[in-house]
């Protein structure tokens, strides 16, 4: 994925239930994102349409997959396997072990795939907290 792609992922990305959007998803973010992150993100095409995509980062540490995507009329054909075994190779070549996966939690479709694949749900018993480093109060 490039910082080109930009407008057909968003367009992808909208069309798409189960991918959630926010204020991270702007084309200035995703740019940074892919800056920080070069090679770990793809895009299936057909012709000039993408079809499908997958955006993956790590800090290092720990893997991260969001906006995995197939458009509807493009499933069932391997595409979103391979994407993931395309973003998991680039993961394994920095000798990132792990990978998380954020997934809604009301995206039964989703979270059956991604078992599919062999992920696992975690149950922990911490939660996730988020806060704005401008100290702007999180909406
Ligand atoms: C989930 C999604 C990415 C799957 O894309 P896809 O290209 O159709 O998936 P694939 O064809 O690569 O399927 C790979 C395997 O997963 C299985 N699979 C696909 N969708 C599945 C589902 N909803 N439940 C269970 N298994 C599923 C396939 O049968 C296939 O198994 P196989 O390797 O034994 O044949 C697609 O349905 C989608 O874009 N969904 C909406 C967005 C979403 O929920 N993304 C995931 C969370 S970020």
Avoid at 67 to 95: C, N, T, Y
Wanted: glycine share 8%; hydrophobic share 40%; with cysteine.
């Amino acid at each position: 994925m490039e910082s080109d792609d930009y407008e057909r992922c968003y367009a992808l990305w909208l069309a798409t239930k189960g991918i959630g959007l926010t204020d991270d998803d702007t084309r200035e973010r995703v740019e940074v994102y892919l800056r920080f992150n070069a090679r770990l993100s793809f895009v299936a095409l057909h012709g000039d349409d993408i079809v499908g995509t997958i955006l993956c980062g790590h800090d290092g540490r720990r893997g991260m997959i969001r906006h995995l995507a197939v458009r509807d009329d493009f499933r069932g054909r391997g595409i979103a396997k391979k994407l993931v075994e395309l973003s998991v190779s680039e993961l394994r070549a920095d000798g990132i072990l792990k990978c998380n996966v954020c997934v809604e939690d009301s995206n039964a479709a989703g979270l059956a795939f991604w078992q599919k694949l062999g992920a696992k749900l975690l149950h922990y018993d911490w939660r996730t907290l988020q806060f704005h480093t401008n100290n702007e109060p999180l909406a």
